[in-house]
Every structure is written in C-alpha cells, then in structure tokens.
C-alpha cells in the first residue's frame, strides 16, 4: 500500500491534503529513533503504581519509506507511558507498553497485531497506515484502537476504532469551511501530477466550495521535477484566485510558494493541518498567508495540556522537539491525545487498583466517554458502544508573515456536512 492509499482508503476525500506534505518529501530524513533497533519495545520506565498492568500495544511504521514521518509519535507514545508510570499509573496501574515496528509493511503489521491478540493486550494505540489490514482481526477478538494515526475511513466506520479528533468524513468540508473564513471567495487546487489519487480532491473540493460559497475556479496538476511553477501561479493569478490549495509535498510546496510571491502573487494556501510542520511557516509565500483545520489543537497551541507534553517529551526525549521539522509535528500530539483517552477511559470504567484492565475493561470506559474533550486537547468525544465513531469538528490556526495562531479562541468548528 502506497502513502497516497492510506490517505485515501475508503473514499478519496482526505487525499493529499492530510498528511503527504509531512511523508512524502522527507521520507529519507534522518533521526535517533528512525530505524527499528532503536525503538525502546516493552516500555515502563520508571514505575510508581502498585497496580495490576495495562497491556498497551502501539503498532508503528517506524521505520522503512513512512519511518522519519512517524517515529517522533513513537517516542511521544514512550513518553506518555513513561510519565504515567513514573507519577503513580493510571489510578494505580502502570502501562506495560509494547511498541513494534510494522516496517511499513502490511503482512508484518497483521503479524503483530495477531501476536498482540494472542497476549491479551488490552488497547492498540495506532501508528500505521496499515490498520485495515487487521481491523477485522482486533474487531473479532474484540479488542479497541485508538488514533494516533486515524485519518482513514477505518475510524469512522468500525466501532472498535476511537478517534480523539476530526474523522475523514468531513475533512474536505472543513477546508472549504476555512477558506471562507480566511476571506476568500473562489479557491483554486494545484495537485500533484505523480499520482491519479491526487487529482481526485479536484471534484470533492469543488463540491464542498459550492456549499459554503466558495466556487473552485482554476485547478492544475504540479510536478514535483518542473523547473518552476511560474506558468501555473500566472494561470491562478489571472484566474483571479484567491486562496489555494496544494495537495503535494512540503518541498514543491515552498518552491510553489516562492515562484508565486516572485510574480508578486499572494494568494492565501490552504492544507490540512496534519501535514503542516514549521518549514511551511518559513516558506515564502506560504508563510505569509496559511490557513489550517486541525484534527485537534495544533501541536504549537500554548494550552496546559499541550505544555503536559511537551514537559514530558523533553524529559524521556530531549532532542525530540528541536529537531527535524518532519519528526516533530501535529502527529505526536494526536498520539498524546491517544495516551490520554486510554487514562480517561480506564478511570471511566471504574477499575480499582487490584482489577485486572483487559480489553473488556477498556471497550467499558471507551463507550463510557460522554463530552470529554480529553483535557482541552480536542473537540468534546462521545463513544457509543457497537456504533462507528465521527468526530466532524475541527480546530483552525493560520500562519501570517511566519507568526503561528490559534484561532476562534480556541474552540472548535462543527458540521455534519461532509
């Protein structure tokens, strides 16, 4: 399964807008934890809780074409565990954290998660594009999957799988939504030429645009190989377009940005937050005008629960967050988030410290989640046993001259509109 697969399973409507700009240009990067021998496996750190253990499986690409783009969300995974361990558990119960790396293969991702069945663990928390290869598996044995990694049509279909943000569903909807708030009235794509999937995203924008009022005006395939894209910037400029999006890369997304502001054109860019990192903040022309619908809060967003993570990722991985733009980004809090839906969900459950927290004990506090918006990290959830789980809000920051905000005072934007 390619990238672009994952990002679109199940209905071509995530397309490139999610989270190609962070997996595809630099799926070469380098980092500490990039390759599989360097993943820490069983997790536990430092344990002060007197409890019975939660198995937490975490099924990871973390390493092979995808790993530099995922392996920072493993560490996050680590040191979410760590930090539990280390200040008491969750109500007295330490997490026995297993992480494996699926190598970004899908027969090896089954493999483990067959392997994790067999043992009992009591939630998989996901950090593959491969989920759909074992949903059916986990689903049988019963066992819940919490995103992580849950921007496919897998979490808004199989109600053994939990979201802590934004479901696929509505995440065309939610671009158009921002256009129009950035001010724009028309919107133009350009798409990446190297794939069929790309293109798609043309048609459900253009739906989407037209009912919130902001028709698709220009549309053009972009190589990633063309010298320059001065041809296409003059096309938009002349089509009078007033905000594109890009569904491509990070690096043919700076050099769009730079060959537009040298026609002296300054359109506002519109992607999808899970691909955004701080070199588009830096790129000329995207960085003067980018607007954004998060999952969740943005992982720059200076709330208390974001300053929770970012205490504990610099105490277990102090390199983490300086580092590589790619491996630190909006990916990692989503896996903090799903760190946290498991705490809320065994204190939901009512497991005291001598019970024993097995999947069953984990399905009753999942769909015992009513409104909770996991400390201010999203938009309030609500599970309901034996029904997929949508979650159609978003959060919107945008970027203006290289200055990062959060928008709407921090709330949330909902639609049933997909």
């Known amino acids: 399964m390619t990238m672009r697969k994952w990002l679109l399973r199940g209905a071509p409507v995530v397309a490139l807008l999610a989270a190609l700009s962070a997996c595809s240009s630099n799926g070469g990067g380098s980092h500490a934890g ?36 995922v392996v920072g969300a493993s560490e996050v995974a680590q040191a979410w565990a760590k930090n539990v361990n280390a200040t008491g558990g969750i109500d007295g119960h330490p997490v026995d954290l297993d992480l494996q790396d699926d190598q970004g293969n899908p027969g090896t991702s089954t493999t483990i998660a067959q392997k994790m069945i067999s043992e009992g663990v009591a939630v ?30 897998i979490f808004g279909t199989n109600p053994y799988f939990y979201p ?5 569903a509505s995440a065309i909807a939610s671009v158009a939504s921002v256009a129009k708030q950035a001010g724009a009235r028309n919107l133009g794509v350009l798409y990446c030429a190297e794939s ?3 293109q798609q995203i043309v048609g459900h924008l253009k739906t989407a645009g037209q009912r919130v009022g902001v028709p698709e005006v220009y549309s053009a395939a972009v190589a990633a190989t063309a010298p320059n894209y001065t041809a296409q910037c003059l096309a938009a400029q002349q089509a009078k377009v007033e905000a594109i999006v890009f569904a491509g890369d990070a690096k043919t997304a700076a050099r ?10 300054a359109p506002t860019f519109l992607m999808q937050g899970l691909g955004y990192s701080k070199e588009f903040r830096e790129a000329t022309g995207f960085g003067k005008s980018l607007w954004m619908p998060f999952p969740m809060l943005p992982y720059f967003a200076d709330v208390p629960a974001m300053q929770k993570m970012n205490a504990a990722v610099d105490k277990y ?32 459950s009512g497991a005291d410290t001598s019970a024993t927290v097995d999947a069953a004990t984990m399905l009753k506090g999942l769909n015992s989640i009513k409104g ?3 400390d201010g990290l999203t938009s309030p959830l609500t599970f309901t046993a034996g029904q997929p789980h949508t979650v159609n809000c978003w959060f919107t920051a945008n970027v203006r001259n290289g200055k ?11 639609s049933s509109a997909s």
Not at 164 to 168: F, L, P, R, V
Not at 256 to 265: N, P
């Open 317 to 348: 991985y102090p390199d983490l967050r300086a580092g590589d733009d790619v491996i630190w980004a909006q990916l990692g809090a989503q896996t903090w988030a799903a760190g946290i839906l498991i705490e809320h969900a065994v204190k939901a």
């Open 372 to 374: 909770d918006d996991l």
């Open 196 to 198: 069929t999937d790309c």
């Open 404 to 414: 990062e905000s959060l928008l709407n005072n921090g709330k949330s934007t909902c």
């Open 34 to 69: 990039s390759d599989s021998s360097a993943l820490d496996g069983g997790v536990s750190g430092t344990v002060n809780a007197p409890g019975t253990p939660i198995k937490v499986g975490v099924i990871c690409m973390c390493s092979g074409v995808f790993g530099a783009s």
């Open 124 to 153: 998989i928390l996901n950090l593959t594009g491969f989920d759909a290869a074992w949903a059916t598996n986990v689903a049988a044995a019963k066992i819940p999957v919490v995103g992580g990694i849950y921007q496919d049509s």
């Open 256 to 265: 769009i940005g730079s060959d537009c502001d040298r026609q002296g054109y």
């Open 164 to 168: 802590t943000g934004q479901s696929q």
